[in-house]
């Protein structure tokens, strides 16, 4: 225990003192969150059209109508069938549809009694991002009149007034997109080199010369780069905040739990390459030649719906894409933790696979 | 079986890399309290054998014991008996000299008060210093206290003085007969036969995995048989057996033109030497007599050099 707190200590030190590398490691992305937002940031809102076909055109139905109206990120238009609504769906002029069949007021008013009533909802495929933050935020008005109708505390309800203030920019896309990019590049390739580069001039040999055992060492790596990781992802989100006004509408929890899931994950996989590479200058190359497609491929500054279809398989299995992915629907939308448990499994699944991986392939020397 | 008062045992280690065998079953012990040299060229095995017993490298064959645990069953508890200082290290240069300390001082159950170690080391004034900005002897003198942190019984140096100026040297040395005097078990390795001579109690030379001699300094000199060393060079090379029929010759050297012949009768060889080189208008440049040491005992064993150029 001793060791564990000495080691991770020390490393705090050596991250602290090696100036240079933590001026970059914090400059290189909040530079470039301050260029693209100034560039790119202001233009290019996402907006939400809702196409909305009433069949029950009842109190309740207006209710739930009006609710959904008081959202000023959305914008509604009534359409008088369901063909005519879903081939304006197709044609991009809406991008989400929502149905209210015939008995709607009925169905609510048994209370909570059977099956849950379900409104059905039709999006674009293909603009996956935008549907989703238009059904967030449907469900979310649903939820409220739902919880309403079976007499929940009000303190569950989500306050309608988060939501009105949502209008997405480029930046607010940018920002979790950044902490994403920064866990991978500060884990993975930082390191990988690091590891790489002790190896190499032997500190890590005189160290198992020691009673020292070699999970105390990891442990104590992980603990120190979580605490610096957290600093550096509150740092940007700081800066996103102050200069862009990006604020996070989830929970912090939530975003907290996904910095260290995305740390966890990435920082094994930097032990294997720290593994797999013979010198310390072949470990930063092999570190770039995966982060590199990462970044392009895995939503951090380009939406991951933009990417051609056939990449789109491999897309779904990088942990990057699920890290940005859950920070920036916890930041921008404020979906709960609950509703993100496959990106949470996903990245869990990689840190697994990659800590069971790493434990096999770490050499003192 | 071990000796009662033997610290370390070790039995036919053999190490090998790939077809190369760099270490070909060696045997030796050392005693409590006892400073041990291991000598040898560049590549002689020394380094490996060191590794060996410290649980670096794993030998493909034989056994050691430090103290009474086998280094290939017991290596935690020999880690905790043993301090290491090795031929290549680095340290984290950022962290000084007081935080290191303190920090290999945490990988053991007990340690040495850290400001005490810093004081016998002579670091005192670099206690707040970063390692980066440490002198070579300096940084030697640091790599001995992380051996020492945890007051282990055996200690391993190797080569601790490579690479220091004389002054830096004798520092170490009386560091190191201080922890004689303190019943440490001491064992390192060498290029410098004054060093080894002033230090060490027994002296293992080895050479091309193997060891050829192990005595005290000054049985391996006297088995030399020759208590001077005449040492010239000529111009053109000379068939190394007509230097051994010189009269008093015991054994002669030769490397390229340097040549050395050793003698008990220094008079005898030298008038005969002068003779032989005029008969035969050989040119006898820088010539040179001395009192026969260590270094010679060892050229002669292993027709090398200690430092190779
Ligand atoms: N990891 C390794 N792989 C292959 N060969 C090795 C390895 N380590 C050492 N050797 C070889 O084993 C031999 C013995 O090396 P060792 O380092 O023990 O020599 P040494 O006596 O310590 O020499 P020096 O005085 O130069 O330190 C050398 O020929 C060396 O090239
Ligand atoms: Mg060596």
Redesign the pocket.
């Known amino acids: 225990m001793k060791a564990y707190w000495q080691l991770t200590l020390a490393q705090l030190r050596i991250f602290i003192r090696n100036k240079q590398v933590l001026f970059w490691t914090l400059a290189f992305p909040i530079f470039l969150m301050v260029v693209l937002g100034f560039t790119l940031g202001k233009g290019g809102g996402i907006s939400v059209t809702v196409g909305v076909v009433d069949a029950d055109k009842s109190p309740q139905s207006h209710e739930l109508l009006s609710l959904l109206k008081k959202n000023k990120a959305l914008s509604f238009e009534a359409k008088n069938t369901k063909e005519q609504a879903i081939s304006s769906l197709k044609q991009g002029d809406l991008q989400i549809v929502l149905q209210i069949p015939k008995g709607y007021e009925e169905r609510i008013k048994q209370k909570g009694a059977g099956s849950p009533f379900a409104l059905p909802v039709y999006y674009d495929e293909t603009n996956l991002t935008v549907s989703q933050v238009g059904q967030q935020l449907v469900n979310n008005a649903i939820d409220t009149i739902s919880k309403k109708q079976t007499k929940y505390k009000p303190s569950v309800v989500i306050q309608p007034e988060g939501i009105e203030s949502l209008h997405l920019s480029y930046i607010d896309f940018l920002v979790p997109g950044i902490v994403a990019m920064m866990i991978l590049n500060n884990n993975m390739n930082g390191v990988a080199g690091q590891i790489a580069s002790w190896r190499e001039r032997g500190i890590l040999r005189r160290m198992q010369g020691t009673m020292l055992k070699a999970h105390t060492f990891i442990a104590a790596q992980i603990t120190a780069r979580l605490v610096l990781n957290g600093l550096q992802a509150l740092i940007v989100l700081g800066v996103a905040r102050m200069v862009f006004g990006v604020a996070i509408r989830g929970s912090w929890l939530s975003v907290i739990a996904f910095v260290i899931l995305g740390t966890l994950a990435f920082m094994a996989i930097g032990f294997i390459i720290a593994g797999i590479a013979k010198t310390p200058e072949s470990a930063a190359p092999i570190a770039g030649f995966l982060s590199f497609p990462m970044l392009f491929l895995g939503g951090v500054f380009f939406p991951i719906k933009d990417m051609p279809d056939f990449l789109q398989p491999i897309i779904k299995l990088l942990p990057i894409s699920h890290l940005s992915t859950a920070l920036r629907e916890t930041m921008n939308v404020g979906v709960s933790f609950a509703s993100l448990g496959m990106e949470a499994l996903i990245l869990a699944g990689w840190l697994i696979i990659a800590f069971v991986i790493a434990s096999i392939t770490f050499k003192w020397e | 079986m071990k000796q009662a008062e033997s610290m370390i045992t070790v039995d036919s280690l053999v190490?090998r890399?790939?077809n190369?065998t760099?270490?070909n079953g060696v045997t030796f012990q050392v005693q409590k309290g006892e400073v041990f040299g291991?000598l040898?060229?560049?590549?002689?095995?020394?380094?490996?054998?060191?590794?060996m017993l410290v649980g670096l490298?794993k030998p493909e064959e034989g056994t050691a014991f430090i103290g009474s645990f086998n280094i290939r069953k017991e290596l935690q508890k020999v880690k905790e008996v043993i301090g290491v200082q090795l031929?290549s290290t680095t340290l984290f240069e950022l962290l000084t000299v007081e935080e290191i300390l303190q920090m290999y001082g945490s990988f053991y159950p007990k340690h040495l008060p850290i400001a005490e170690l810093i004081d016998d080391m002579i670091l005192t004034e670099k206690r707040k210093s970063r390692i980066k900005s440490l002198s070579g002897g300096q940084k030697q003198r640091l790599a001995i206290a992380l051996a020492l942190v945890h007051d282990p019984w055996v200690i391993f140096l190797?080569?601790p003085t490579t690479g220091l100026d004389p002054q830096a040297r004798r520092t170490l040395w009386d560091i190191v007969l201080k922890l004689k005097k303190r019943g440490k078990t001491i064992v390192l390795?060498t290029?410098y036969m004054d060093e080894a001579h002033v230090l060490c109690d027994r002296i293992a030379i080895?050479d091309r995995?193997e060891l050829i001699a192990l005595d005290t300094p000054e049985t391996l000199v006297r088995n030399l048989h020759a208590a001077s060393a005449i040492s010239f060079s000529v111009s053109s090379e000379v068939d190394l057996n007509e230097w051994a029929k010189v009269e008093g010759v015991t054994k002669a050297d030769c490397k390229e033109k340097e040549v050395v012949l050793y003698s008990d009768d220094l008079q005898l060889t030298l008038t005969s030497l002068i003779q032989t080189a005029s008969e035969r208008q050989i040119a006898l440049e820088d010539l040179q007599t001395r009192t026969a040491t260590l270094e010679d005992v060892f050229i002669h064993m292993t027709g090398r050099s200690l430092r190779e150029e």
């Open positions: 190490k890399y790939g190369f760099a270490v291991l040898g060229p560049n590549g002689a095995g020394k380094t490996t054998t060191l590794e490298r031929q190797d080569e390795t290029h080895m995995g």
